[in-house]
């Protein structure tokens, strides 16, 4: 069988082109430590790739997003610790100013610490973050929680200008935690500190009084009221805080195995690569010695 000259020539630049080409592509492998370099290389596998390249940025947000979140809850909490401590100690003093045997002296004197404590609790309820929002509006994070109008009447000089919206932030794939706390309850305990307030500094106030005594009754039932409701939205921040440090240790470990399989799937094996980096060499060297070898022969020789 005749072989022509030019088709031999085509057949032999191919076949050196083509180990030419994947000496390279090995390289190039070992270069950037890639097992594929082109989705074509592997298309299933770069698939999944892709797939677990989103999950992990979904991941990273989700793990921002609850660092950030802790953190506000955390501030939350501390600001209606505060709160919790204010109206225990004026529940105290309502308790004793409700003892029929104090002088009026003894409960005027009383009515400048529960102003003291008010004006606090009234501080607290308008607590802001580090960016200057406010904590407990609701959504509405550029208004005061509650309002004060100096002009109003005792008993209706605060009002709850915030919202009971809640800020719902992305925690998980179809999980969401809230990040606010509201405190409507605050307008009508402050109103109610700010009548007793009132009612304990009259000269010669008798605590005794059954319009006195109403007074102190209603505000010391509401005290118990809303301290019973900020302690309760205590509880339900600490059961937040736990939920989220799950949810963190869970997406941490999913991310480390994403991680690992993203470099199974990957990562070049070094190994294997070397072997067809010597395999092609070879193959390359002996093409070029057959084709320089070939190319050199002539009829003339056999003749």
Do not use: C
């Not at 309002?147 to 932030?169: D, E």
């Not at 700010?194 to 059954?210: E, H, I, K, M, S």
């Not at 006195?212 to 505000?219: F, G, K, M, S």
């Not at 390359?284 to 320089?292: F, I, R, S, V, W």
């Amino acid at each position: 069988m005749r072989i022509a000259t030019t088709q031999f020539h085509l057949t032999m630049s191919s076949a050196l082109q083509t180990s030419q080409a994947r000496l390279e592509h090995v390289m190039e492998q070992m270069n950037s430590g890639k097992r594929f370099l082109l989705p074509s290389d592997d298309p299933i596998a770069n698939v999944r790739l892709s797939r677990m390249t989103r999950e992990e940025a979904a991941l990273d947000q989700y793990l921002d997003n609850i660092a950030t979140l802790s953190t506000r809850l955390t501030q939350n909490e501390t600001a209606l610790d505060s709160t919790v401590l204010d109206m225990q100690q004026a529940r105290e003093l309502m308790v004793w100013a409700s003892d029929g045997t104090n002088s009026s002296g003894d409960v005027n004197a009383m009515a400048g610490s529960l102003a003291s404590l008010r004006d606090s609790l009234f501080f607290s309820a308008n607590s802001k973050d580090q960016e200057g929002r406010y904590l407990f509006s609701g959504t509405a994070t550029a208004t005061p929680a509650i309002s004060f109008n100096a002009a109003g009447a005792p008993g209706a000089r605060y009002t709850f200008t915030g919202n009971t919206g809640t800020q719902q932030v992305a925690v998980g794939n179809g999980i969401t935690q809230a990040a606010n706390v509201s405190l409507p309850e605050m307008q009508a305990m402050l109103n109610w500190l700010d009548t007793t307030v009132t009612t304990l500094q009259a000269p010669g106030v008798d605590v005794n009084n059954p319009a006195t005594r109403a007074v102190l009754t209603t505000t010391l039932d509401g005290l118990d009221t809303t301290l019973a409701s900020v302690s309760s939205q205590i509880a339900a921040l600490g059961g937040a805080q736990n939920i989220l440090a799950t949810l963190e240790s869970s997406h941490g470990n999913v991310s480390v195995s994403n991680k690992q399989a993203m470099i199974t799937l990957g990562q070049l094996d070094y190994g294997d690569a070397a072997t067809q980096l010597a395999g092609y060499t070879t193959a390359l060297e002996a093409t070029q010695k057959a084709y320089g070898r070939i190319s050199g022969l002539s009829l003339f020789d056999v003749l």
